[in-house]
């Protein structure tokens, strides 16, 4: 018996850019007002506007989607997620710390995945008013207008968004990529600057989670890229336990080089 076809998610994208859109705005009503925050052992910070953002994004999600599964930074986990075929994953704040420093290096970040593989994806900086969006097979945008990366740097002109301690020699065979390095606190904001054309790549060496990346994989995908795990390998969404080993996010060329040149002996900070 042939498998079912894969729904069209058209409607469900509409929906993620406006939920996200109206998510982003509430968190810059919080921006620069001392928000209350606290620490989440061995996380990190967390404010109130994450989860004011949780919230909304929640109940403009699920409220007409209840039957997707729900996969979020700031919620408790529901298993019945690994039920669905269909699932939100979601990070109201992607990089909490620049937010709370009010320095615009931070994002909304949302998704949708099918049976593990990520079709629909928003990524909103609020503070610099880019909205970086794909929907599987139909392309990338920012802010409307499409985006395309055509150009492959090479290892030795690469330029790279990491941090400082994952430039070490000791992290690559014959040393990092060849040209300058920078660094912004959002994962989901770091790809999607490449998948802008603005950086060759971004690498994290250290795990991270579902939610920091899913969105942003699908706008550099659909931009020309690629983004794999450190090693190289593909990701999987919506797993039991929903880490990630690092990321290589690049034009695919470059991303084979850079995971064959990587140690990966040690783990550094993301």
Known sequence: MPEPETPNFAADFALLQDAVADAGALVMGYLGKDPQKWDKPGEGPVTE??????KLLHERLIGPRSGYGWLSEESADDPSRLERDAV?????????????????EFAVSAALAWRGAIVAGVVFNPATDETFAAIKGGGATLNGQPLRVDRCAAFGDATVLTRKSVWKDENWNSGPPGGKRGYVNSIAY?????????????????????????????????????????????????????????????????????????????????
């Open 190 to 270: 770091r790809v999607s600057l490449v998948a802008a054309g603005r950086w060759d790549a971004a690498v994290v060496l250290n795990g991270l989670s579902e939610w920091d990346l899913a969105a942003a994989q699908l706008v550099l995908e659909e931009a020309g890229g690629v983004v794999t795990d450190r090693a190289g390998g593909a990701i999987a969404y919506n797993k039991a336990r929903p880490g990630v080993s690092g990321l290589i996010a690049a034009m695919p060329a470059l991303g084979d080089r850079i995971a064959a040149n990587l140690t990966l002996n040690n783990a550094s900070a993301s």
């Open 49 to 54: 506007a994450d989860y004011a953002a949780d």
């Open 88 to 104: 939100w994953i979601v990070d109201p704040i992607d990089g909490t710390r620049a937010f709370i420093d009010a320095k615009p």
